[in-house]
T-cell receptor, first 114, second 109 residues
Framework: DTEVTQTPKHLVMGMTNKKSLKCEQH?????MYWYKQKAKKPPELMFV???????INESVPSRFSPECPNSSLLNLHLHALQPEDSALYLC?????????????FGQGTRLTVV | QKEVEQDPGPLSVPEGAIVSLNCTYS??????FMWYRQYSRKGPELLMY????GNKEDGRFTAQVDKSSKYISLFIRDSQPSDSATYLC?????????FGTGTSLTVIP
């Protein structure tokens, strides 16, 4: 099973709303990632968790708040977003930080901020 | 200079053609090389990965890495309309991943 599952698939939210994106993997991977992808652009790294601890934050605005409750789950809490935050949000996982390996992506959550 | 360079295309080929997709990179520390296929509005799907120079084949797909030239390629034989997608190359050192901009491919029936 090389599946990373993201929910919801689509999300429309207002600028004053609070919502959360969820990601789950059961491959035993200990590194998990959030990426943001705009149309016709490559994924941009937002956060990396390694062994459930935040190891990389790519200077992401505080309106995005990641959380890793356990080794299989990753959340991204959203609050007071802007229309320019509309994008495809991708979760990925890999074996563990520091080990050369491939990353597996989920299908993404398409977020629209109105 | 970007870490990874990839021609964005678009590339349009007839069904059955051999497709060649390429990326160059500048960081000699990259150890792991991947190709992802991404359909419109979907997440990237890992197609192939390799960590050594040379060729790796999987069905109609062949990944080629030339570390001395810092050049990687993906070949698709007998291309099908279902291969129409954006192809992203990616490279990693440790768990840091660096992506090309993606090449948009259309296979015409």
């Amino acid at each position: 099973d090389t599946e990373v599952t993201q929910t919801p698939k689509h999300l429309v939210m207002g600028m004053t709303n609070k919502k959360s994106l969820k990601c789950e993997q059961h491959m035993g991977h200990r590194a998990m990632y959030w990426y943001k992808q705009k149309a016709k652009k490559p994924p941009e790294l937002m956060f990396v968790y390694s062994y459930e601890k935040l190891s990389i934050n790519e200077s992401v605005p505080s309106r995005f708040s990641p959380e890793c409750p356990n080794s299989s789950l990753l959340n991204l809490h959203l609050h007071a977003l802007q229309p320019e935050d509309s994008a495809l949000y991708l979760c990925a996982s890999s074996h563990r930080q520091g080990l050369n390996t491939e990353a597996f992506f989920g299908q993404g959550t398409r977020l629209t901020v109105v | 200079q970007k870490e990874v360079e990839q021609d964005p295309g678009p590339l349009s080929v007839p069904e059955g053609a051999i497709v060649s997709l390429n990326c160059t990179y500048s960081n000699s520390a990259f150890q792991y090389f991947m190709w992802y296929r991404q359909y419109s509005r979907k997440g990237p799907e890992l197609l192939m990965y390799t960590y050594s120079s040379g060729n790796k084949e999987d069905g109609r797909f062949t990944a080629q890495v030339d570390k001395s030239s810092k050049y990687i390629s993906l070949f698709i034989r007998d291309s099908q309309p279902s291969d129409s997608a954006t192809y992203l190359c990616a490279m990693s050192v440790g768990n840091q991943f660096y992506f090309g901009t993606g090449t948009s491919l259309t296979v015409i029936p």
